[in-house]
T-cell receptor
Framework: GQQLNQSPQSMFIQEGEDVSMNCTSS?????WLWYKQDPGEGPVLLIA?????ELTSNGRLTAQFGITRKDSFLNISASIPSDVGIYFC???????????????FGQGTILTVHP | DGGITQSPKYLFRKEGQNVTLSCEQN?????MYWYRQDPGQGLRLIYY???????QKGDIAEGYSVSREKKESFPLTVTSAQKNPTAFYLC????????????FGPGTRLTVT
């Protein structure tokens, strides 16, 4: 099946620093989503991307849909302690048929922000 | 307020017992999903339902069963056939199957001993 490789697996940064993480796929994706999960809670949707090359912002977060349609990037500017959590990418490929509506998730990036 | 509720937050069962996890949404979404999350791993799809009275197996459906008798409800039963049932279970929904933005509930942590 389709697989996503998300990196880095974890990051330890100082408050105020910028953060970058990415996801790559072995196949073309038509949709990229980025979620944040706090410990013991469900993921919360941050940004959705639907077109190759698309660049979308949500406050201090910016995500891009890669031109090759096989990758996506998430940047967080001026990090703050509440940015701590696990960030997941998710993608929807072009398999069609019974996989319609199904998302593939990356393994997550664990972000720790030191005050 | 619209949203997805899962209950209970924590569930403990003895090995060999079936257990049903609740998922209810008042978002008027057509599609609902069940995922399993293990430490250090992404979310893996168990079952999904695109409309009432219809559901499809996901990537790891063995040992699980679901029903979709009402649009608002999509309960998941973890059966005794599931070899490693201890995990964090997440329910999600989307407006319809053509819309890929999924919204998640708070999750249920199941511990089987």
């Amino acid at each position: 099946g389709q697989q996503l490789n998300q990196s880095p697996q974890s990051m330890f940064i100082q408050e105020g620093e910028d953060v970058s993480m990415n996801c790559t796929s072995s196949s073309i994706f038509n949709t990229w989503l980025w979620y944040k999960q706090d410990p013991g809670e469900g993921p919360v949707l941050l940004i959705a991307l639907y077109k190759a090359g698309e660049l979308t912002s949500n406050g201090r977060l910016t995500a891009q849909f890669g031109i090759t349609r096989k990758d996506s990037f998430l940047n967080i500017s001026a990090s703050i302690p509440s940015d701590v959590g696990i960030y997941f990418c998710a993608g929807r490929g072009n398999a069609g048929g019974t996989s319609y509506g199904k998302l593939t998730f990356g393994q997550g990036t664990i972000l720790t922000v030191h005050p | 307020d619209g949203g997805i509720t899962q209950s209970p937050k924590y569930l403990f069962r003895k090995e060999g017992q079936n257990v049903t996890l609740s998922c209810e949404q008042n978002l008027n979404h057509d599609a609902m999903y069940w995922y399993r999350q293990d430490p250090g791993q992404g979310l893996r799809l168990i079952y999904y339902s695109q409309i009432v009275n219809d559901f499809q197996k996901g990537d790891i459906a063995e040992g699980y069963s679901v029903s979709r008798e009402k649009k608002e409800s999509f309960p998941l039963t973890v059966t005794s056939a599931q070899k490693n049932p201890t995990a964090f279970y997440l329910c999600a929904s989307s407006i319809q199957r053509e819309v890929y933005e999924q919204y998640f509930g708070p999750g249920t942590r199941l511990t089987v001993t």
